[in-house]
């Protein structure tokens, strides 16, 4: 047996070996457009790489509203998403509590069409933005701090693609998305310029508002995998200085403070649907930004 067929042979036992010993991990589908999906599975493997593990990556795409992909991540259907933080969700599979935006996801702006962004301006009063007619999806926990909060108008649906449709012929007027979201989500959906409307369609980002409240969106794992449970909460207490330079440093999270700038602010100070724990999280583990 000559050297070349030696080295093949003992490099495919070595890649067995080594596939042989990684673990599985068959993460949520990200969604179309979405660099908010795009950046938790980026952090995903870099704390699996970061722990020393080899992971085995699979997509899951089948389930519909939020609430039933929590139930099939409580029975194992698959093993981690990543979601913003209630104590329903919490009952269903195991958070791990460390905010992977550091807070921004309840930084939050509004998709809406072009006949409601005329009647949008800075220093609006908030009792009259809460008049507006929002849209979020069924199952998101955002729907309890936005009626806890004073919007009365919130309509859900399960379909996420259906929420845009309903901005577009403007049958709702806003959809709050984390500054994180709406970019990469209505780039793929619509031709977007430079001001961020569409050129054909009924859509664009407001640049006028900012709507604050807290919500952590946290990695949730179903119950079956103590395995990955353990490993991220390692990953995260000992690297965590490594995560901070893989936040500061993502072009979606650089991009997003940009953003930020030069917006009415508004508050939401109450989230009851946080769990004591999660509540509680340290503040050195959310941003300070200073508005």
């Not at 010993?21 to 795009?38: C, F, M, W, Y």
């Not at 093993?79 to 807070?103: C, N, V, Y």
Request: glycine letters at 6%; proline letters at 3%.
């Amino acid at each position: 047996m000559n050297r070349k067929i030696i080295f093949i042979l003992l490099l495919s036992f070595l890649l067995n070996s080594s596939f042989s010993n990684a673990i599985e991990i068959k993460h949520v589908a990200p969604r179309e457009g979405s660099t908010l999906d795009q950046y938790a599975l980026d952090l995903l493997k870099f704390l699996v790489e970061k722990s020393g593990a080899q992971a085995e990556f699979k997509i899951f795409n089948k389930f519909g509203a939020q609430t039933r992909r929590e139930m099939l991540l409580q029975d194992g259907h698959y093993d981690i998403d990543w979601l913003g933080a209630s104590k329903e969700i919490e009952g269903r599979a195991t958070p791990i509590r460390f905010p992977i935006f550091r807070g921004l996801l309840g930084h939050r702006v509004f998709i809406t069409n072009k006949e409601t962004s005329k009647t949008l301006k800075r220093g609006m009063p908030f009792d009259e933005l809460k008049n507006y007619k929002l849209i979020q999806g069924q199952g998101w926990g955002d729907v309890a701090i936005l009626k806890d909060g004073g919007f009365s108008k919130v309509r859900t649906i399960a379909n996420f693609e259906n929420i845009f449709n309903m901005i577009d012929l403007a049958r709702v007027d806003l959809f709050p998305r984390a500054i994180i979201e709406p970019y990469g989500e209505l780039r793929s959906r619509c031709n977007l310029d430079n001001k961020y409307v569409c050129t054909d369609k009924n859509m664009r980002i407001d640049e006028k508002l900012l709507l604050i409240y807290k919500l952590p969106m946290l990695y949730f794992v179903s119950p079956e995998r103590q395995d990955i449970i353990k490993l991220l909460n390692t990953a995260f207490e000992e690297h965590y200085n490594d995560y901070l330079t893989f936040f500061n440093n993502h072009p979606l999270i650089k991009d997003a403070l940009s953003k930020l700038k030069g917006r009415s602010i508004y508050h939401i100070k109450e989230n009851s649907s946080l769990s004591e724990e999660t509540n509680m999280i340290a503040d050195k583990y959310w941003l300070n930004l200073k508005m």
